[in-house]
DNA sequence: TCTATATAACTGACCAGTCAGTTACTAACA
DNA sequence: TGTTAGTAACTGACTGGTCAGTTATATAGA
C-alpha cells in the first residue's frame, strides 16, 4: 500500500521512492490514525496493523515511536485532551468577577466538544479498559479527573467565598456537576443511532442543567433569581 | 478440576460419578459464573474457559445451554437487572400520594444496589462494548435503558399533572436525574482505589443530589420548601 | 438398551510484539 | 561536483500465544 503522505516534493527523475524519511511528523500522524482506531473498535479490539496503514506505515514503524499500544493509547489521551484542559484551566485562573457565568461558558464549551469532537470517545475508552489495564485507569484518573476536577473545585470555593454560591459540600456538588457531561459522551458513543432513537441534544441538556444549576448553586437573592416560570 | 458443585446427595457406594446431568441447575450457575468473570474481566477479555470452570462444567457444556457468548452476556444482564426494574417499575405504580418522597426512594434504591452488589458493573460493560457489539447496545437499550427512563419519566408526569413539580422538559429532566447514579456506577468499577484516593461514598453523593432536586423539581411553595440552610 | 447430557481434545483465526533485512538520506572525501 | 561509505528510518514476515466455537467420544440416568 502507498503511503498516504507521498513526497510533497516529488523527485523531477523516475519513480517516487517506496517511503521517506519522516522522523518529525511521523508521531502525530500515528497519534491520530490511532485515535481513529481507537474510537471506532475500543483499545483491546484495535489492531495496529490497521493504525499503521491508516498512518502510511507499517507496523514495525509504531514501534520505533511508541513502546507499546498501551503507551500509543497514552499519547492518544494526551493529545485529545490536554489542549482543552490547559484552555479550561486559564479560562478559570485568569478570569475575574461573578463565578456562575464563568461556569457556565465551561459547560457550553465542553458540551460542544463533546457534540462535535471525536475527544468525546476518551471516557469511554478509559472506562472500558480500566479493569484490565490499572495503569490506564490511574494514568486518566491522575493527568485528567484530578485536574478537571480541580478546575471546577476551585470555581466552587471561590465562589462561595465570594458568597455568591450558597455553602455547600464541595466534592460532591463537583461530582453532581460533571455527571451530566459524562453521562452525554457516553451516550453520543455508545447508543446514538440505537433503537431508531432520534441523536441526543446536547447542548439543550446542557442548558436544562444550567438553569437547575443556578437554582441549586446560587444564594438566594429575593428577586426571581431563577428561570423564568418560577413563582409569581 | 472436580466440580464445585459437586453431588449434593452422594452415592453411598463406590466412587461418585465424575459428573452428573444437572440440566435444571446448569444455566442459572454458569449465569453466575459469567456474572463474576464478565464484571472482572470485561466482556471481551473474559474467557469461556473461566465461566466453564467457576460454573463446575467443561467449556462445551456452556454451548448446550447458550449459544454464543453474546447471547450468555445478555442472560447476565438479564439476570441482574430484570428483578430490580420489575421492582422498581411496581413501585412507582402502586404508590399514591406526593412524588417526590417516592423519587426519593427510588433513588436510595438504586444508590444502594450500585454501592452495594455486582450489578454496577453491568453499564460499564455495555458501554465498553457497544462499539463493537451494537446489538448489545440496542438489547440494553431497549430493556434496561428505555424502561429505565420509562419509570423516572412516569413519575415527572404524574408530579407536574399534580402541581406538585414545577413544568419542566421531562426528557432531559429524566437523563439529569439519573446522571449521578451511572456516574456512581462507572466510578466505583473503574476509578475506586486508583490513585489513592477513598472510594466514592454513592449515599452521601445520592444526598446531595436528591437535596439539590428537591430545589429543582419542587413548585415554590412560599415556605422553606427547600435544605435547611436558606433564607430566614 | 437408548439417548440426553457432559467432556476434552481439537480447529481455525486472530494479533501484539520482534527482528533480520532493505532503503532513503547524509556527509566525508575525491 | 560526483562518488561512496555509513546510518537512521522503515519494512514485513514471523513467532508465540490466546481463545471462541466444534466435534468425537463417554457416561449418567431412564
Redesign the interface.
Known amino acids: 500500500m502507498p503511503s498516504r503522505h507521498p513526497n510533497p516534493d516529488p523527485a523531477p527523475d523516475g519513480d517516487p521512492p517506496r517511503w521517506r524519511r519522516r522522523k518529525d511528523a511521523r508521531p502525530q500522524e500515528i497519534v491520530a490514525a490511532a485515535m481513529e482506531v481507537f474510537a ?3 483499545f ?2 484495535a489492531r495496529l496493523e490497521e493504525v499503521a496503514a491508516r498512518a502510511g506505515v507499517s507496523k514495525g514503524t509504531l514501534y520505533l515511536y511508541f513502546p507499546s499500544k498501551e503507551e500509543l493509547f497514552k499519547a492518544v489521551i494526551r493529545a485529545a485532551i490536554l489542549p482543552n484542559l490547559e484552555q479550561a484551566e486559564a479560562m478559570v485562573a485568569s478570569a475575574g468577577g461573578p463565578c456562575f457565568p464563568l461556569l457556565e461558558r465551561l459547560l457550553r464549551m465542553v458540551a460542544r466538544l463533546i457534540a462535535t469532537t471525536r475527544m468525546a470517545v476518551i471516557p ?1 475508552l ?7 489495564f ?1 495503569e490506564l ?2 494514568f486518566y ?2 493527568e485528567v ?2 485536574r478537571g476536577f480541580g478546575v471546577v473545585s476551585a470555581l466552587l470555593w471561590r465562589g462561595i467565598g465570594s458568597g455568591e454560591f ?4 464541595v466534592d ?2 463537583v ?2 456537576i ?3 457531561l ?2 452525554s459522551a ?1 451516550w453520543r ?3 446514538d443511532g ?2 431508531g ?1 432520534p441523536p ?1 441534544d446536547v447542548p ?2 446542557m442548558e ?2 444550567i438553569d ?1 444549576l443556578r ?2 448553586l446560587l444564594r ?1 437573592t ?1 428577586d426571581g433569581a431563577g428561570a423564568g ?3 409569581p
Not at 478509559?126 to 484490565?132: F, L, Q, S
Not at 450558597?166 to 459540600?169: A, V
Open positions: 471506532e473498535r475500543g483491546a479490539a469511554r478509559v472506562i472500558a479498559e480500566a479493569g484490565n490499572p485507569a490511574a484518573h491522575h479527573i484530578r450558597r455553602p455547600m459540600p460532591p456538588s461530582r453532581l460533571v455527571a451530566p459524562l453521562m457516553v458513543t455508545s447508543f440505537v433503537d432513537e441526543l439543550a441538556l436544562v442543567h437547575n437554582r441549586v438566594d429575593g416560570d418560577g413563582a
